[in-house]
């Protein structure tokens, strides 16, 4: 089953614009994943931020966590055309076991 | 990061038959790998959870007579889709995690679409 819920479900913007992708998730974490994914094609991991963390940044990533809502946000500043993709969040359940978001589908037009 | 070669990318076979997807980890050990099945413009749903050594753990609702995981060795699992059926038609990506890591990144192969036809 789904950890969480991802919004929007599909975000569209022009190239130089920001997006912003939220995920919400269920359980006590230790840890929540962003991942990329390219239309039919494997998953890439974007970022990690620990539950004792509330903002991280990698290049033009900026991921924020607030666990009292059980919530996380991805911002990708300055979008560009090769962004486009699907993003999920992504949390380890109790057992151990990976488990995703329902993903947003970006899409930056140039 | 860690490498991971899956393969075949794409297969069609015909309904009845049986079709083996491998995923190698190319450059380190992994005791736990992830089989995913992910249905167009849906999101990954986790099927069954393998163990190097031990026999594979499935997701509720995922039989286990249809879809056999091995995974006989630290950087070697498989996944066989037996007796295919058109709706078994979709996405399969192994994800491996890196043994004694605890809740960390993993790491995905890029993917097997099937089609049966």
């Known amino acids: 089953s789904q950890q969480g819920e991802e919004d929007p479900q599909a975000l569209s913007i022009q190239e130089g614009e920001n997006a912003t992708m939220n995920c919400s998730y269920k359980t006590s974490i230790n840890n929540l994943q962003w991942y990329r994914q390219n239309s039919g094609r494997g998953l890439v991991h974007l970022i990690l931020?620990?539950?004792?963390?509330r903002e991280k940044h990698s290049g033009r990533l900026r991921v924020t966590l607030d666990t009292s809502k059980k919530s996380s946000s991805l911002l990708i500043t300055a979008s560009r055309a090769a962004d486009t993709a699907s993003y999920f969040c992504?949390?380890?359940?109790?057992?151990?076991?990976?488990?995703f978001g329902q993903g947003t589908e970006l899409s930056v037009k140039p | 990061g860690a490498v991971v070669s899956q393969h075949p990318s794409r297969v069609i076979c015909k309904s009845g038959t049986s079709v083996k997807i491998e995923c190698r980890s190319l450059?380190?050990?992994?005791?736990?790998m992830f089989w995913y099945r992910q249905f167009p413009k849906q999101s990954l749903m986790l099927m069954a959870t393998s163990n190097e050594g031990s026999k594979a753990t499935y997701e509720q609702g995922v039989e286990k007579d249809k879809f056999l995981i091995n995974h006989a060795s630290l950087t070697l699992s498989t996944l066989t889709v037996t007796s295919a059926h058109p709706e078994d038609s979709s996405f399969y990506i192994c994800?491996?995690?890196?043994?004694?890591?605890?809740?960390?990144?993993?790491?995905f192969g890029q993917g097997t679409r099937l089609t049966v036809v």
């Open positions: 994800s491996e995690k890196l043994s004694g890591a605890m809740n960390t990144e993993a790491f």
């Open positions: 450059d380190f050990q992994a005791t736990t």
């Open positions: 992504a949390t380890y359940n109790q057992g151990g076991k990976l488990i």
């Open positions: 931020i620990r539950s004792n963390e």
